[in-house]
């Protein structure tokens, strides 16, 4: 039972780069979601799913976009990293009993 | 301000006290999560409130959702309990994080 599954672990990247996070589920969970962990802070929301075919921005959206085109699937995209976005991201998904929710085990990017 | 706040930040037990992180928050919420986040940077969920009083092994969490205050206990602590533990509140599909409190047990 692999839970949630985000790859890669680690990335560098140059300002201007793009690149896609990959986040996946085996649950069959219809709520997923993308956070930034930054320090000293809470994790922040930078794009949530409903389901299949639906997303909706978070608090913290700009720079990134996300898809959901089936319910395991949820990859979010770098546009053009910017060093700001250099962060520790986590994808979750949220459902079963109780509502809990799970994380991924997470993906240090560090834009240079 | 940070709609969820959580005390302390830091805090340095030895082996076998009793701990107490707290959690306040000011939006109306539908359920109130504790995780904790362990030094590799995994996050787990500990448990899910929306009241009263939960109890799993050593580790007790309670809510009042009048005072919009919660608690996450832990008994007898040991030092596998290091970590960083983190409250979040669930309002409708979004969820708002404290920053979380690290915790070192020392043996």
């Known amino acids: 039972n692999a839970g949630v599954t985000q790859t890669p672990k680690f990335q560098v990247l140059k300002t201007g780069q793009s690149m896609t996070l990959q986040c996946a589920q085996d649950?069959?969970?219809?709520?997923m979601s993308w956070y930034r962990q930054d320090p000293g802070m809470g994790l922040r929301l930078i794009h949530y799913?409903?389901?299949?075919?639906?997303?909706d921005q978070g608090e913290v959206p700009n720079g990134y976009n996300v898809s959901r085109s089936t319910t395991e699937d949820f990859p979010l995209r770098l546009l053009s990293a910017a060093p700001s976005q250099t962060s520790v991201y986590f994808c979750a998904t949220t459902g079963g009993p109780g509502n809990t929710i799970y994380f991924g085990e997470g993906s240090w990017l560090t834009v240079v | 301000k940070n709609e969820v706040e959580q005390s302390p930040q830091n805090l340095t037990a030895q082996e076998g006290e009793f701990i107490t992180i707290n959690c306040s928050y000011s939006v109306g919420i539908s359920a109130l999560h504790w995780l904790q986040q362990h030094p590799g940077g995994g996050i787990v969920s500990l448990f899910m409130?929306?009241?009263g009083k939960k109890k799993h092994g050593r580790l007790i969490a309670t809510i009042n959702i009048q005072e919009k205050h919660s608690s996450l206990h832990i008994t007898a602590s040991h030092p596998r309990d290091s970590a960083v533990y983190i409250c979040a509140v669930r309002e409708g599909v979004d969820m708002r994080f404290g920053a979380g409190t690290r915790l070192t047990v020392k043996p």
């Open positions: 409130l929306s009241s």
């Open positions: 649950m069959n969970h219809e709520y």
């Open positions: 799913s409903v389901g299949a075919g639906i997303t």
